[in-house]
Structure formats: C-alpha cells, structure tokens
C-alpha cells in the first residue's frame, strides 16, 4: 500500500515569494490533516479535511495561508507571501473513516521549507 | 492546551527501559503516541482511549490514567532502532472535531 506522497520535499524560497505544497493521501482516507512542525516541537494542525470540506481551519493564519481538496482526494496548501517565520516543515497525514479519535494518521515525509 | 512531556531527552544503553509521559490541563478523551526519526514522518504507536480500549503495536505498551489526565508509553528491553522523537498527541473532551494537540517530544536514543 502507497503512503501518503507529498512533493516537493524540500523548497527554498525568498520572503514575500509565494510557494505551494502538494499531498496525495492514502487512497480511500477520508480525513486529510496539513500540520506546521517547527525544530524542536510537535506538529500543530493547520487545517483538517473531511473529503473536500474544511471542517477545522482555526489555526491556519488565513491572510497569507489557503489550502483546497478538490474533489476530496489530494490537497494543495499554500503561502502567499511567505514570511521568515514560515520556515518548517509541513507535513500531510490522512487517516480512514470520520471518527478521527479512534484512528491513527499516517504522516507524509513532509516539504521542509526555508525561507531567506 | 498543548501536553506536557517529560523527561525531555533520555539516553538508555540497549536493553534499559524507559518510561515517557504526557500530561495535559484538559479533559482528555484520547491520547495517541507516534515515534519520529530524524527527518522522517511520524509513524503511528497507539491510541489510548478514554474507558479502556487500546489499539497499537503489540511490542508497545502504554497507560492512561483518567483521573489525572495522564499517559505513559512503556519501553522495555530497548532496541537501537527504538531511537527517536516521541509525541504524544491528545485529545480533548471539549472537542467534537477530533483535533490532536501534539506535545513538544522526548529524545529518546539508545546506545549499544
């Protein structure tokens, strides 16, 4: 089984560029996740995706930050501009069916991105 | 909001064992754990789950302890390969939306 795919892995950027991440999640996973990961810290949720609704954004600074899921499959987060303080790494998980409590979430490899 | 991990780094020879904790401020619901090796995604332990149930690897071990809003992860007879950043990931009872606060991580590494 293929896991969760996310291109590109790595991304250099200079501030006030806007940049775009890509995640095609484990087929059949309903629930898709975009998390920021600091150095040094646990992830922390951006957005969470049942099929194509945003069911949970409160955290994505949404001036400058947007993501979609058409058609309830693979997803795009991006930045616009990107800012010094947006260099991390994002990471995508899914995870099957809606009662997310009860699943684990299959995690990306991630895009480590730097922003000069 | 986010948990609490202790210790924040343990260094253990092969064959030690360990205990990591996560303790949050809130109700909690679930917590589930994910091991993490440098620059590689997070990979899935267990999930604790208010009123018992668990569902994890069968050579992971771990408590929740619902009173004090607690958990545990048990390893024993470490391996090198347990080496990593584990995170404990709860989940809050004042929220319907399955949402994981993730807490700071425990640097675990195993020498031979």
């Known amino acids: 089984e293929a896991g969760v795919v996310q291109s590109p892995r790595y991304k250099i950027i200079e501030k006030k560029q806007p940049v775009a991440f890509w995640c095609n999640p484990i087929s059949g996973h309903n629930t898709l996740y975009w998390y920021r990961q600091n150095l040094g810290q646990g992830p922390e949720l951006l957005i969470r995706y049942e099929n194509e609704e945003a069911v949970d954004d409160s955290q994505l600074p949404k001036d400058r930050f947007s993501a979609e899921r058409l058609k309830g499959v693979d997803s795009t987060l991006k930045i616009q501009p990107a800012e010094l303080g947006d260099s991390a790494v994002y990471l995508c998980?899914?995870?099957?069916?809606?009662?997310?409590?009860?699943?684990?979430?299959?995690f990306g490899p991630g895009t480590r991105l730097t922003v000069l | 909001q986010q948990p609490v991990q202790s210790p924040q780094a343990v260094i253990l020879r092969e064959g030690e064992d360990a205990v990591i904790n996560c303790s949050s401020s809130?109700?909690?619901?679930?917590v589930h754990w994910y091991r993490q090796k440098h620059g590689e995604a997070p990979v899935f332990l267990m999930i604790?789950?208010?009123?018992?149930e668990q569902k994890g690897h069968e050579k992971i071990s771990a408590s929740f302890n619902e009173k004090k809003q607690q958990s545990s992860l048990y390893l024993t007879a470490s391996q090198l390969s347990y080496s990593g950043t584990y995170f404990c990931?709860?989940?809050?009872?004042?929220?319907?939306?399955?949402?994981?606060?993730f807490g700071q991580g425990t640097t675990l590494q195993v020498k031979p």
């Open positions: 809130k109700a909690l619901y679930s």
């Open positions: 998980a899914s995870s099957p069916g809606r009662i997310n409590i009860y699943n684990e979430q299959f």
């Open positions: 604790l789950l208010k009123g018992g």
């Open positions: 990931g709860t989940g809050l009872v004042s929220s319907n939306t399955g949402k994981l606060i």
